[in-house]
Every structure is written in C-alpha cells, then in structure tokens.
C-alpha cells in the first residue's frame, strides 16, 4: 500500500510534465482531425489476361510472367513524368501552380495505392486507388491512368517484339552475308586450285595410270624398233642382202608413206587441220613423197657408180626406223610432262582437302546458324503480329472508375482518439524517463540501497497552511495553463503561421499513409 501511494505521490508530482506533452500532442490530433478537408477515393480494377492464341498454335515473344508484367505495370505508371502530367491535366491539389515538381510528385505517389495480389498462385488482378479533393478530380485521375497503363503497356510489348524482330532480321542479313562471304572464298579456293580438287582425285589417278601405261607402251615400240634395226644389220652384214628383199614387194619408203598416211587420217579424225601435230605428219608425208619421187628417177637412170641395191634399201628401213622412233619420243616427251605435271597436282590434292574441309565446315557452320536465325526470325515476326493485333497478354478493365458519392476520409475519430492516446502514452514515457534518470535518495529504503546504513527514523518536511495554500494554487494555475492555453496556443498556430491540416498533409506525404 506505501509503495502505491508512493508512486502516485510520483505521479501527482510530475502531472505538469504529463498535461504538457499530453495535451499538446491532443490538441494538435483534436485541431487536425476537425480541419482537415474531405478526401474522396475512386477505385478501378484491371484484369491482366493470358494469350489469346494458343501457344501451342503461335507464340507471342514477349515472355513476361503475369505477376512480373503486373509490376512492370506498377513502375511504369509511378514514373515521375506521370504523375507530374497527370497532377497538372487534372488540376490535383488547390495551389499546384505554387507546389515543387518534388512535392507534387511525393503526393501523387502518397494518394495513389496499387494492390497486387500474394501467394503462390495468384490472381493477376491489380487494384488502383486515388484520392483526391472532389469526386471528379478522383475519378479524372484514374482515367488518365488507366490511359497511361494500356498506352505504356502496348507500346512496352510491341516495342519489345519489334525490338525481337529487327535483331534476328539483322542476325539473318549478317549471316547471310557470312555465307556469301564463305562461299566466295570456297569459289575463289575451287578456281585456283581447280587442277588439285579431291573431287578429281580418281579421276586424275587413272590418268595417271593411263599415262604411264603409254610411256611404258612407247618404251617398248622404241626398244621393239631398236632391235629391229639391229637385226637388219646384222642380217646385212651375214648374207649382203635384207631378208624378203624380193623386187615385186613394196619399198620401205612406200609403206612407211602408207602408214604415214593412215596416221594422217587417224589424226585428222581428232585434231583440226591446224593442229601441229597434223602440219608434222603432212610435212613428213611430202619428205617421203619426195624421196620415193627421187628414188625412182634414180632407178630409171642407173649409174655405174650407185650403191647396190641393198645397202640402199637398208638405209632407207633403217632411217625409216629411226624415223618412227623420233616420232614415238615426242609424243612421249609430251605424255611425260602431261605425267609430272599431274603428280604436281596429286602432291598438292591433301593439303587442298583439308583446306577446303575447313572451309566447308565454316560454310555448314554458318548455314546451320542462318537457318536457325530464319526460323527465330519467322516466329519473331509472328510473336510481333501478335503483339500489334493486341492477340498477346493485355489488360481487361473489371472495374472502371466511378465517381464516389460520400467523402472516405480522413477518419477523424481515428485521428483524434488515436493522437490522444499517442499523447497520453508520451505523457506517461516522459514521466519514466524523467524519474528512471533521477537518483535522488527519497526515501529511507534508498538510503539503505545505496549506502547500506539503516537511518534510524526520517523527519518530514513540515508546510505551513500557507504554504501549502500558495503552492496548491501554484499547481492549479499550471494546470489551467496547461489545459487552456496550450490548445488556444496551438490552435493560433494553426491559424496565424501554418494550417495544422497542411502539416499532417505533408506528414502523411512523407509517410506514404493518409488517414
């Protein structure tokens, strides 16, 4: 029971300290709460609704979640140049023309709630309110907003699938020229190299085995014609006469002419008339045309002194002989170099291959991205049809902004009661705080506490009637003060240097809450 009286004498003490912060903060609540103007909140409500083709059937290539583009939503519509625009269209607050960018802006955003859903799966439903001074004024806003929010969504997913479409437009037409590019190259490489192609390889293979077939054929005519002649000399040299040397058989000239002239034929049948080849053989057909013209002349004219017959037929096989052996070494000559001049281009064939592997491979590596940037870029241009068709996710508007009939807020009773009790718990901290720091010995058990003596009894201060009469008038003076001139102090302040209204106004701007 002492300690209870104890602390109320405290309290009873220290009640100058509580009026003081109690009524304040009371009497601020109680002004603010009557002056503070009617506020009036519209609501819209937006639906943002899936594809409307099946993505199975065509899909849109703005892959943006629902709850994601309902945020993307919120950012966008928050943007300072937003609500700048729309505070001044619709003539927001009473003296705009004399608020800051920044004070409009901070109470836009402090009237303007956005409400998404939570959870695992949400609704992607979006709830936007504003409040504002009239009906209208709230209403008008939130047009404009729902404006805003399908203009700034269209163009965000449009934009979006345009940007799409022009990348792969610009990956297609760099790829295709990466191909033509390549393919130049491989055009270039096949031209210069066109002699040492692997894809010739077989071919040049047997031409070369065809090739050393004839000189080896050649080799053996000319050592066939060779032991030829050596058999005619040493058939000479035993019996001084040529084996079949019998006067109705033809010349060896005449035959040699014949052969000649078959071969003329034969190579007529490939070459042209102007070919070297064919000018050699007719020059070399007038020699023997010549020779057996003169031998003949000589036959009619015998001479005393002439060689016998067949030493000169001799000579003429064996120079017919030698004859046909130089004509078998220039087409060997020429077999020969046609020989070399391939194993020039069968040696440089495997480094061409590989060469021209690589460049193939760059080639196949390039068309496979090309047709891969080509369908990328055919279903981009769908996901943009989508997009400029509006066939893609959009906002469907459930609930359009009505004008409100009846003032929402403030809520005044909340303002007061709950400021008066704010005041009342302040008043209370104040009085803890202010006894919790004082260590003033009052009473016998503090003594004790602190220095651990016991006294042996404590004598009282003793008033006078008049004492006690002044100091109780004192405390009822403060009090009245206190009760009375505080709100009227407070309430002079409101109305000679700053509305109280205007200041929980700004408060509630900064705080992002109205009441």
């Not at 190579?267 to 070919?275: F, H, I, K, N, W």
């Not at 003594?447 to 006294?455: C, L, Q």
Request: hydrophobic share 40%; charged share 20%; aromatic share 6%.
């Amino acid at each position: 029971m002492s300690e209870l009286k104890y602390y109320f004498s405290i309290a009873f003490r220290r009640l100058h300290y509580f009026l003081i912060v109690s009524v304040i903060i009371s009497a601020v609540s109680v002004i603010t709460a009557l002056t503070l103007p009617p506020a009036y909140e519209s609501q819209t409500r937006l639906l943002l609704e899936g594809p409307q083709i099946p993505s199975e059937l065509a899909s849109s290539t703005v892959m943006v979640g629902l709850i994601e583009q309902l945020e993307i939503i919120e950012q966008r519509l928050m943007t300072r140049a937003n609500m700048l625009d729309v505070a001044r269209s619709q003539n927001v607050f009473e003296n705009i023309q004399g608020m800051s960018a920044d004070a409009i802006v901070e109470a836009m955003r402090a009237r303007t709630v956005i409400s998404t859903p939570g959870g695992r799966n949400p609704t992607p439903i979006m709830n936007v309110t504003f409040e504002a001074r009239t009906p209208q004024i709230a209403a008008g806003v939130l047009n404009e907003y729902l404006t805003l929010i399908e203009q700034q969504n269209a163009e965000f997913r449009t934009s979006r699938a345009g940007n799409t479409l022009e990348f792969f437009q610009q990956e297609v037409d760099r790829l295709g020229q990466n191909l033509d590019t390549q393919s130049a190259r491989i055009l270039e490489f096949k031209t210069k190299n066109s002699e040492a192609l692997p894809e010739s390889l077989e071919y040049r293979l047997d031409q070369q085995a065809s090739l050393q077939e004839q000189i080896r054929q050649i080799d053996r005519d000319v050592t066939s014609l060779r032991n030829q002649a050596e058999r005619l000399v040493q058939i000479f040299e035993a019996t001084g006469q040529l084996e079949g040397n019998t006067g109705a058989s033809l010349s060896p000239d005449e035959q040699r002419l014949q052969q000649m002239q078959g071969q003329l034929d034969e190579t007529l049948s490939v070459y042209a008339p102007e070919s070297p080849r064919v000018k050699m053989l007719e020059a070399r057909i007038a020699q023997l045309e010549e020779r057996i013209a003169s031998r003949t002349q000589t036959k009619s004219q015998p001479d005393a002194s002439a060689p016998t017959r067949g030493s000169v037929t001799l000579d003429l096989q064996l120079s017919e002989i030698e004859t046909r052996i130089s004509m078998l070494q220039e087409p060997r000559e020429e077999v020969a170099a046609r020989l070399e001049q391939l194993g020039e281009t069968l040696a440089r064939t495997p480094s061409n291959t590989v060469t021209l592997d690589e460049l193939t491979r760059s080639y196949a590596n390039i068309e496979a991205q090309y047709n891969t940037a080509v369908d990328r870029l055919a279903r981009a241009s769908t996901g943009e049809r989508i997009e400029s068709l509006s066939q893609g996710q959009r906002i469907s508007i459930i609930e359009p902004p009505a004008v409100p009939n009846q003032p929402t807020k403030p809520n005044r009773i909340l303002i007061a009661g709950g400021g008066t009790i704010v005041g009342i718990i302040a008043g209370i901290a104040l009085i803890l705080a202010i006894e919790l720091l004082n260590r003033t010995a009052r009473r016998p058990e503090d003594i004790i506490k602190r220095m651990g003596v016991r006294p042996l009894t404590s004598i009282p201060y003793m008033r006078s009637r008049s004492e006690i009469i002044w100091k109780r008038l004192i405390r009822v003076t403060v009090y009245l003060v206190i009760l009375l001139g505080i709100p009227i102090a407070v309430y002079a302040v409101h109305l000679y240097y700053l509305p109280l209204d205007l200041l929980a106004d700004r408060a509630m701007n900064k705080i992002g809450v109205r009441w």
